[in-house]
């Protein structure tokens, strides 16, 4: 497994941008698929955006497409996710996770953060 920790959160206007980061510990995190999901009070964990351990395929909810970018640096061991456009339903603690596959469905990822509060105001 890998150790992973989020950093970028905070309070953000509504149509305000921020960019959140998580650094990897291990020699390992080229190996991984990378992943965000976020977590809004009272509801489930939801998929947000995926990487492929080479960068060369992403892939996004809906409801973030175009507006959230994920990219990875592996010689940094990290991955980030920049957020524009915000809007209050944005709201949610995000997290990173690695795994072996590129999925949407978080039980396919068996290395958590421990995610890291965005707030957008209206």
């Known amino acids: 497994q890998v150790q992973l920790v989020e950093s970028g959160g905070g309070l953000v206007q509504s149509e305000g941008s921020l960019r959140l980061s998580c650094a990897a510990s291990?020699?390992?995190?080229?190996?991984?698929?990378m992943a965000w999901f976020r977590q809004a009070p009272g509801k489930e964990r939801e998929f947000v955006a995926v990487?492929?351990?080479?960068?060369?395929?992403?892939a996004y909810a809906s409801a973030v497409k175009g507006r959230f970018t994920i990219s990875r640096d592996n010689a940094k061991n990290t991955v980030s996710l920049q957020l524009a456009s915000l809007k209050p339903e944005d709201t949610a603690v995000y997290f990173c996770?690695?795994?072996?596959?590129?999925?949407?469905?978080?039980?396919?990822?068996?290395?958590w953060g421990q995610g890291t509060q965005v707030t957008v105001s209206p």
């Open positions: 291990g020699r390992t995190f080229r190996n991984y698929d």
């Open positions: 996770a690695a795994g072996g596959a590129i999925a949407s469905d978080p039980a396919q990822y068996d290395s």
């Open positions: 990487i492929s351990r080479g960068g060369d395929f992403t």
